[in-house]
T-cell receptor, first 113, second 114 residues
Framework: GENVGLHLPTLSVQEGDNSIINCAYS??????FIWYKQESGKGPQFIIDIRSNMDKRQGQRVTVLLNKTVKHLSLQIAATQPGDSAVYFCAESENNAGNMLTFGGGTRLMVKP | DGGITQSPKYLFRKEGQNVTLSCEQN?????MYWYRQDPGQGLRLIYYSQIVNDFQKGDIAEGYSVSREKKESFPLTVTSAQKNPTAFYLC?????????????FGPGTRLTVL
């Protein structure tokens, strides 16, 4: 079936460096993508989203890139800080299928001081 | 966590008991969701509700039940029929079910079966 997955389960970066977390999806009809951050023992926190009519969207220190040709989504975090350490999930949905999100398995980001 | 609250934060249950997890939101959202998360895994949809007095099964509804008597409340009951209930349970809400509205999550309830 259609699914959303991640390339790397764990990413370790040095404080101050930029982080890139990747996500692949297989549903060509997906038109909404979202990144969540989940700290240990807490609920997922919305970071940024992007719709399929865009290929880039920027937030505060974060940028999401969408490549529909290869069905690839990435989250870039600039100047990574210790507080960015968490598990990051991508999720996707299809407009015609309601608001049902399909989640990837998550990538753990570890920031070394 | 926005305006979504879940209680309790930790819950322990003996085998054979039903337990109910609370989820309340003051965001005036129509749609609400329940997810289950197992260690090191993503979220799986249990039940969702588009509007008051309406709810639908998600991918893993067996052994669970819900009600939606009020817009702001969507309690989840984990019944004794659920074979492996130990997990982290997350409630979410969005403005609507149709379209692609952002889902906002509560802080979660960790259920442990003794």
């Amino acid at each position: 079936g259609e699914n959303v997955g991640l390339h790397l389960p764990t990413l370790s970066v040095q404080e101050g460096d930029n982080s890139i977390i990747n996500c692949a999806y297989s549903n060509s009809a997906s038109d909404y993508f979202i990144w969540y951050k989940q700290e240990s023992g807490k609920g997922p926190q919305f970071i940024i989203d992007i719709r399929s009519n865009m290929d880039k969207r920027q937030g505060q220190r974060v940028t999401v890139l969408l490549n529909k040709t290869v069905k690839h989504l990435s989250l870039q975090i600039a100047a990574t800080q210790p507080g960015d350490s968490a598990v990051y999930f991508c999720a996707e949905s299809e407009n015609n299928a309601g608001n049902m999100l399909t989640f990837g398995g998550g990538t753990r980001l570890m920031v070394k001081p | 966590d926005g305006g979504i609250t879940q209680s309790p934060k930790y819950l322990f249950r003996k085998e054979g008991q039903n337990v109910t997890l609370s989820c309340e939101q003051n965001l005036n959202h129509d749609a609400m969701y329940w997810y289950r998360q197992d260690p090191g895994q993503g979220l799986r949809l249990i039940y969702y509700s588009q509007i008051v007095n309406d709810f639908q099964k998600g991918d893993i509804a067996e052994g669970y039940s819900v009600s939606r008597e009020k817009k702001e409340s969507f309690p989840l009951t984990v019944t004794s029929a659920q074979k492996n209930p130990t997990a982290f349970y997350l409630c979410a809400s969005s403005i609507e079910l149709t379209g692609t509205d952002t889902q906002y999550f509560g802080p979660g309830t960790r259920l442990t079966v003794l």
